[in-house]
Structure formats: C-alpha cells, structure tokens
C-alpha cells in the first residue's frame, strides 16, 4: 500500500539574466526563485491496483516518484510504502520496488542486454533460480529473445525501453514505478 500524505516539495533555483556583463555580477550577487513542485498532496494506492498519474511538463509528477523510490526526500508531509518510509529506509525499499525512468538507463550502454541483467541479479542478490524463472518469463512476455545479446546503445527506443521494463521486473518487485513520457497525438 502507498500513502502519501500532505507533501509538499520545493526547490530552489539560481535566476540570472542574460548577458555578459550580468554573467559577472552574478558571481557575486546571486538570485534565486522557489519553485514548489509539490503542494500539500495526497493520495492512497491500495494492494493491487494500477493507477496512472498524468500531468504536463513541471506537473511534479517525476518530483512524486522520486520521493516515492527514496531518492529525494519531502520537505512536509508523509509517505509510506508497504510500511516503509522510502528515504529512511532506502535499501529494503528499494529491493521491494521496481522503477523505469524514461531518461535514465540501468542498462550499461556498451554491453549486451544479459550482461546488464546478470549484474542486475548480482546487486539485488537475486536466487538463481528465481532469476532465471523471471528472466525465462520476461523475454517470452516481452519478446527480447533476439536482443538479449545486443549491447543496448544498438537497441531503439522501443527495444530499450522492454529491457528497461525487464531489468525493472527481474528481482521480483512487489511496486513497480515508470515515470516515461508519453506523447499523445
């Protein structure tokens, strides 16, 4: 179960205007904004249900799933994931959690898929046998045969990002998390 209750995330951004001569008196005279990506938000995701969060670009929509995965901390409000609260308990959470970040890879660019998988299994000290049965479902399921050999700096975008979702699913997560973008016709 999710609950994030009440929280609120803002972030503090240099300001400058543009120009040489404003460059240089920026190096002594700084300015800053701050944006709040975040307001006072809450929702419940209950065991089993999917659910899709949508919203334009500075929505804070990748600001929430960071939170929720553990890697940015709130600065009010609660949140809680199958009784954990993700950034004080980072590495259990993170063994029980899946995430795909459209723009970042857990593929290692220069080698082959499976290589990248194999290490994958190494760092969440996957049972062999377990990984073997996830691995054995995941290329049926996601068609990666052929790909499984290929270093993923060759794969398209499509291909990339069903090995994305492979390398998200293979320990056996109980959440999954994909923050991509989507565009919409």
Same mark, same amino acid.
Do not use: C, Q
């Given at each position: 179960m999710i609950a994030f209750q009440n929280v609120t995330k803002t972030y503090r951004v240099m300001r400058r205007q543009a120009g040489f001569g404003r460059a240089v008196k920026a190096l002594f005279s700084r300015e800053y904004e701050?944006?709040?990506?975040?307001?006072?938000?809450?929702?419940? @995701?209950? $065991?089993?249900?999917?659910?899709?969060?949508?919203?334009p670009n500075g929505a804070g929509k990748s600001t929430t799933v960071k939170i929720l995965c553990g890697i940015l901390t709130p600065d009010s409000g609660t949140c809680r994931i199958n009784g954990r609260?993700?950034?004080?308990?980072?590495?259990?959470?993170t063994r029980e959690i899946g995430v795909v970040f459209g723009q970042r890879t857990q593929l290692?660019?220069?080698?082959? @898929?499976? $290589?990248?998988?194999?290490?994958?299994?190494?760092?969440y000290r996957v049972e062999p046998a377990c990984y073997q049965k996830n691995l054995d479902a995941l290329v049926e399921l996601l068609d990666l045969g052929t790909l499984l050999r290929t270093p993923a700096r060759t794969l398209s975008l499509g291909q990339r990002m069903r090995c994305e979702l492979a390398a998200s699913l293979l320990?056996?997560?109980?959440?999954?998390?994909?923050?991509?973008n989507c565009r919409i016709a």
């Open positions: 701050t944006i709040r990506a975040l307001d006072n938000m809450s929702f419940t @995701v209950n $065991d089993g249900e999917i659910v899709g969060y949508i919203g609260v993700p950034w004080r308990e980072r590495l259990a959470h290692w660019w220069d080698v082959p @898929v499976i $290589d990248s998988f194999e290490l994958l299994r190494d760092m320990h056996d997560p109980k959440t999954l998390f994909l923050d991509v």
